[in-house]
């Protein structure tokens, strides 16, 4: 999901609206704002796009205030209902409040069996609203208390916003800090302007410039009073999710001081050293394989040619084709460019195989426009567990490279070659030439099974983590 948050300045939805258009990439299935005018919360959330939810002025308008929070939605928990729409707004003791997560909690399931318990009354299937009920519930004697508390009793990913009836907006990250969270500034607000987002591509497009990143375990208050940090949990290291560099992020969002681009081609250049082969075109899949191939290509010297075209206009709206259709093997995202492909030996780069779908689709297709040899290789490691902590990754026996060596996923894929990027080559792109070290920095549970956040949902006990 992507997250947006900015206070104390004019048009504050507008300039949230611009901010999830350009973290859509986090989220396509629904988006929602709630925005703060004085002591009144307006909302507005809608399945869709955010151009499709807020392309009407009409609804604009009515999101009035000068600070307010919006959300991205990409399904991780609870189904795609306008009843799981974020932010969550609720009404509760001092007031109104709205919270709007990206990331997973790794107990919701165990905390939201005890709040029913104790009363509580579930809206959604979402675990974000386990923390609003937690706020809600805590008898900590101010705001910030209160939110400090319930992030105590919850365990697992979160880059959190919160918008509060004092006026203050917060943003927090989870002790291990495995979602992003950057700061921002509008020019030109006076006290204000301050801008929280899921990446710095949403500060780019209001114009907003960078300060820093939220760090792991920070939690910060905006109000009247300016901008005050706080560290509620002490010190308990870093571990950001590798795979935001690999897939996730947007190519021009920096993030923990790393450009996502020059990872991501630093990676391409790795993987040609690793595991080069002879061949007469580099070819990316589209989007996600684009910035590792140029490095490959750049790295082996082999030409970089767009011989795969993407159809980028594929809305959630188009029709499901019948398996007639199907059949005949629609290929609605995705064609091989003859030209580019008919009688070369192909290295074909992806960013990750998850079910193998989509890379025997493409190696199908390419040999069918004429390649003479395709060798695929792969800008992350083996995709061997499912994510826990906010990546929509499908379960162990989904998931190929859990179930098949390198070399028989390159048979079910169709490929004459298949290679991954190796954790060395992969740490070594990112700048640590200490893989051990690097290890201990980042998330990569999906390519390890290396969890660093206990998941007391899947595992039945609530330990200390
Ligand atoms: P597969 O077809 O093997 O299941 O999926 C691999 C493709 O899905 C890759 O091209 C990769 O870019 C993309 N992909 C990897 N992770 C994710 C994800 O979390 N969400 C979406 N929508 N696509 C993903
Ligand atoms: Fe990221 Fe993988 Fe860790 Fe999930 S399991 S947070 S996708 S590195
Ligand atoms: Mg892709």
Known sequence: CGV??????????????LGLHALQHRGQEAAGIVSLDGGSFHQHKGLGLVGEVFGDEAVMS?????????????????????????????????GGMAVAHNG?????????????????????????????????????PTITDRLIEAARQVKGAYSLLALLPDGTLAGMRDPLGVRPLVLGRLPDCGEGGWVLASETSALDIIGAEFIRDIEAGEL????????????PFGAQGNRFCVFEYIYFARPDSILEGHPVYTARTRIGRELARESGVAADVVVPVPDSGVPSAIGYAAESGIPFEL???????????????????????????HSANKAVLAGKRVVLIDDSIVRGTTSRKIVDMVRAAGAAEVHMRIASPPTK?????????????????????????????????????????????????????AANRYCDACFTGDYPITLVDRDGHLLQA
Not at 417 to 424: C, G, M, N, R, V
Request: hydrophobic share 40%.
């Open 4 to 17: 947006f948050g900015v206070w104390g300045a004019p048009d504050a939805s507008a300039l949230t609206a």
């Open 62 to 94: 009515t999101l009035k205030g000068t600070a307010a929070i919006g959300h991205n939605r990409y399904a991780t928990t609870g189904g795609t209902h306008l009843r799981n729409v974020q932010p969550i707004y609720a009404d509760y003791a001092f």
């Open 104 to 140: 997973n909690l790794t107990n919701a399931a165990t905390l939201r069996r005890q709040l029913v318990q104790r009363g509580c009354i579930f809206q959604s299937g979402m675990d974000t609203e386990v923390f609003v009920h937690l706020i809600a519930l805590s008898t900590a």
């Open 220 to 231: 910060v208050i905006i109000n009247k009073e300016g901008i005050k940090s706080l560290r």
């Open 307 to 333: 011989g795969i075209i993407r159809n980028h206009y594929i809305g959630r709206t188009f029709i499901e084709p019948t398996d007639q259709i199907r059949n005949l093997g629609v290929k609605m995202k």
């Open 385 to 437: 567990h499912p994510c826990y902590y906010g990546i929509d990754t499908p379960s162990e026996n989904h998931l190929l490279a859990a179930r098949h060596t390198v070399e028989e996923m390159a048979e079910l894929i169709g490929a004459d070659s298949l290679a991954f990027i190796s954790f060395d080559g992969l740490y070594k792109a990112l700048g640590d030439e200490d893989q051990r070290e």
